[in-house]
T-cell receptor, first 114, second 114 residues
């Protein structure tokens, strides 16, 4: 079945880079996503990557995709205290019972220490 | 401004009562979703709707019901049959379910059973 795995916690110092990792299982997923959730709020789409790409960069964010290993990572450069949040990896399978639905990981809570 | 609105932000329910959570969007989106979020569990899909007057069960539909009488509205009823309803509920919408379209999330409703 479809499953998305992430580590639950990450702690970094302000100014360092953060790397959040994710593994997914459904190779049919055409797009993979990173969402950010601040405390008590909904989810906000940060970025996404098409499955035929290896890398996508958007300002401080870099997404790396290893399709062979089904591994996705999000790198945040020069991490700021405002980046403290929960980050969710998500896939959207093209086949099977979950076709078309977003499948989320459990989320990685990023804590940024000053 | 276009967006998706959930109300209320906080809701308290006595055991044995049904409660209805509101979700309204003015984005002209066809697809709408309800997710439940528990600490350390990520987001789990309760119900989704691809079009007016149609909806499908997600992974954890038991104890919940929905309706989609209008494109803009997708209310979720948490019934007394839901054994553990205390959670954070998130509503989302997207242009369509099968395309790579961004899912927009509401700010969530925190339901507590007292």
């Amino acid at each position: 079945g479809e499953d998305v795995e992430q580590s639950l916690f990450l702690s970094v110092r302000e100014g360092d880079s953060s790397v959040i990792n994710c593994t997914y299982t459904d190779s049919s997923s055409t797009y993979l996503y990173w969402y950010k959730q601040e405390p008590g709020a909904g989810l906000q789409l940060l970025t996404y990557i098409f499955s035929n790409m290896d890398m996508k960069q958007d300002q401080r964010l870099t997404v790396l995709l290893n399709k062979k290993d089904k591994h996705l990572s999000l790198r945040i450069a020069d991490t700021q205290t405002g980046d403290s949040a929960i980050y969710f990896c998500a896939e959207r399978p093209n086949y099977g019972g979950s076709q078309g639905n977003l499948i989320f990981g459990k989320g990685t809570k990023l804590s940024v220490k000053p | 401004d276009g967006g998706i609105t959930q109300s209320p932000k906080y809701l308290f329910r006595k055991e044995g009562q049904n409660v209805t959570l509101s979700c309204e969007q003015n984005l002209n989106h066809d697809a709408m979703y309800w997710y439940r979020q528990d600490p350390g569990q990520g987001l789990r899909l309760i119900y989704y709707s691809q079009i007016v007057n149609d909806f499908q069960k997600g992974d954890i539909a038991e104890g919940y019901s929905v309706s989609r009488e209008k494109k803009e509205s997708f209310p979720l009823t948490v019934t007394s049959a839901q054994k553990n309803p205390t959670a954070f509920y998130l509503c989302a919408s997207s242009i369509a379910r099968d395309l790579n379209t961004e899912a927009f999330f509401g700010q969530g409703t925190r339901l507590t059973v007292v």
